[in-house]
DNA sequence: CCCTTAATCCCCTGAAAAGGTGATTTTAAG
DNA sequence: CTTAAAATCACCTTTTCAGGGGATTAAGGG
């Protein structure tokens, strides 16, 4: 038997996925809450394994609470629950320790797949989530083509290497090295090193 | 029924995987490789559901080849196989497009559910995966606590502030964030900004 | 109370990076 | 063949950074 909790701020989907599951043999409903305080007051007095969060709700949102929640009660599984286009918050909760993500208007099937998935102990991932955690990261891709030299270059620098060092390193003229360097900075828009690394590695381009 | 080829250089494993699975209803076995080019090589005039693939593997590794098959072959779904210790794997073969991962210790009744849960387009991880995965960022998240002062300057400096322009900001004297960049790159012993943003992304002190 | 650490401030030097303004050569694409 | 982009090299100025040396104050733990 698998004790369900659900944290959102809609009714309607508390409603809606408390419909889809009341018939289920292996699932009990263990409650539900509204927000971030009345989830962290129900599991003061009582438990579940696993919890349906929503991630955006007022006050305290989902990846915070997502946070606490595995800080507190380690045992307890955390399903992010979204709507579509909030890649940036599935990966948030990702890190912050869930154990999967779906999207509200997931099938019963697959809610039922995902449940058990989890439960397990395994980490779930809808394919549509997955489709816009993509979408996502492609989006925050978009930055202008480098030359491979200058990539190169990049990753040299990223390394903590000097102009003269790289030079020496690639047997190139260190004012060559520090003319790809301008146009690094040029081409990704940024003012100096730090701007420019974190560029790059958040854009994964080392 | 579920098409499944496997690439591992291990002999052993092939036969220990094709063991567990021979009798299984659903699942036909497509055929095995070796090596990376003897997979593309079989993917020219045939084709499978799921590939499961090691990643390392002698020349071309299974990063690599995961990469390469997304790109030529966006309907096969690739579970990633793997010993333990390997978190940064792990990670870069999901970064390349893998649908999910397994340990080459899982039980049969785990790789099934693998199985079917990535067949239909979902995303599978063990939870040892998972651990193996939260080792490894914590092994690389080990590094020396950073004042509150520190971390807010190490920020302004990701965004490309200067150290006179931080200190007008939070009204210092530049001489005090120069002392507090110079421990931090002490602190997180590198030697220039690029290293210190590069050090700080990673390890999500940003 | 002492010790440590964080946080603040000061100075000097030399190296490196940023900003600007050029140029030539090779290579890939039209 | 022409053009555009990439890659190479050069010089000069100003700003910023790195490395070295210090110092004082405030706060917290042992």
Not at 137 to 148: A, D, F, G, M, Y
């Amino acid at each position: 038997m698998i004790r369900l909790f659900i944290v959102d701020d809609h009714p309607v989907v508390i409603e809606g996925i408390h419909g889809l599951l009341q018939h289920e043999p292996d699932i009990e409903w263990a409650g539900h809450a509204m927000n971030a305080a009345s989830c962290l007051g129900f599991f003061v007095n009582n438990t579940a394994d696993i919890v349906l969060m929503d991630i955006s709700m007022p006050g305290m949102d989902g990846v915070e609470l997502c946070g606490l929640m595995r800080e507190k009660y380690p045992g307890v599984f955390i399903l992010g629950l979204s709507t579509f286009n909030q890649g940036l918050y599935i990966k948030k909760m990702m890190e912050n320790g869930a154990s999967g993500y779906i999207l509200k208007n997931s099938t019963k099937e697959e809610l039922l797949k995902a449940i058990y998935t989890v439960n397990t102990g395994n980490i779930f991932f809808s394919g549509e989530a997955g489709e816009v955690l993509k979408e996502y990261q492609r989006s925050s891709t978009r930055i202008p083509e480098l030359s491979p030299r200058e990539k190169e270059i990049l990753g040299l620098i990223a390394e903590g290497y000097t102009n003269p060092q790289i030079a020496e390193k690639i047997f190139l003229s260190s004012f060559t090295v520090d003319s790809h360097r301008k146009n690094l900075l040029a081409k990704l828009n940024v003012k100096n090193t730090a701007m420019l690394i974190r560029m790059a590695v958040e854009n994964k381009l080392l």
